[in-house]
């Protein structure tokens, strides 16, 4: 998106060394990195970061207002529902498609948001990782709040442990060892010290939760939730003893109800120039006659399943529960990064920690993602170069 550094970065890179990049990924923690590194991050100027800051933070003040909870409280299925949920998100990720204005500026549009964690420990890692093996200019960062390293890592510490030892807390999710965002979870033990655990693991004991360690019961204090409850509808071979739901005596870090009020969902109530117009599907009056303009997206599903982009008024009148979906104002990727086989798209998530006691959660780093198909995410992009997970740098 800077053409001076985006021509010195495509000038620079050769096969041989991304090649070379990417064996050291897998070579970190003796692990391959199952979703496809992008060759290169994505560098932002000051305009476009203060844009993304700008929109990220007005939503946070709607997050803040005193009745978001009763205004998203249908967002949670009731059958999802869990206890003793706290006062705010550990973890807000809204995520932006880089467009361009009817002038040509670059805007970001967001495009989702979500109340979950998604791969902090990781994009630390890659974004020192891009810089040690590719060009970057000194002024860019990948961290945001002006943290570096050390202090972004306090931060994910305070966030995640709190006043408790590693070996108290756990980093949890449906196997976690084989889920496509697992060199995240083996770089958070490797950070964190906390044991990586799959749901089977949990041993109950009237309120109290446990982890084998050695052949010994090892007390959970707070888990590091990483465990989409939607997926446990989709694999129904799977068992479990833990009872989920029952009134535990254990922190969630982060509470899974926050999934569902920070989501798909909140996005008709935000009044925001940088978020697409977004309706409820049972409150639109009228099917619009621009549909191709509009995208059709489901409530309760993640990683663009069920989303509808070329929506028609048959897919419209099919939906048997309109309460559940939302249709919104289509957002238009421009394709702003030069690559050396075509103009690519891109995505950048912006990523919250907020730790217990804060009165406002701390812009901390970010996720990046590159498409040259239709939908962002590896699924539209087989094979394909220059696409794929990255991170972005941020001009200071």
Partial sequence: MIQAIREKYNAAFNEENYQKFLQHLDGLFNKEVIFRVAETPIFVDKTLKTKLIFACE????????????????????????????????????IDFGICED??????????????FASLYAWENIIGNQYKEHFYCPPNFNHLLSNLDSDSFTALLKK???????????????????????RIDFYATHDLLGIPIICLSDLIQKENKLFYLKDGT?????????????????????????????????VEWVGHPNWFYRIS????????NAFVPKTQFLHEVATIPNDLENYVLKPLFSFSGQGVII????????????????????????????ESPTGKVKC????MYLWPDGDKRPTLATNLGRMSKGKMIGVRYNQNMDWVGGNIAFFED
């Fill in 310 to 337: 070329d929506v028609t008024p048959e897919d419209i009148t099919q939906i048997k529960d309109p309460e559940n979906w939302i249709l919104q104002s289509k957002v238009k990727y421009a394709e702003v990064i």
């Fill in 347 to 350: 995505e950048i998530r912006m």
């Fill in 159 to 181: 966030v995640v442990l709190a006043n408790c030892n590693p070996e108290e807390v756990v980093l949890m999710d449906l196997k976690p060892h084989e889920q496509k965002t």
């Fill in 264 to 271: 798909k969902y909140t996005m008709p109530f935000l009044n």
């Fill in 58 to 93: 007005n939503i946070i003040d709607e997050i803040l207002n005193p009745n978001f909870k009763e205004l998203t409280q249908r967002a949670i299925p009731k059958n999802l529902e869990v206890k003793n949920e706290n006062d705010h998100p550990h973890f807000i990720c």
């Fill in 217 to 249: 019961e090892m007390l959970i204090k707070r888990i590091y939730n990483r465990l989409i409850f939607d997926d446990l509808a989709a694999n129904t071979d799977f068992t479990y003893s833990a009872d989920l739901f029952s009134d535990l005596d």
């Fill in 102 to 115: 009817a002038l040509g500026n670059l805007i970001p549009q967001m495009i989702e948001m979500q109340g």
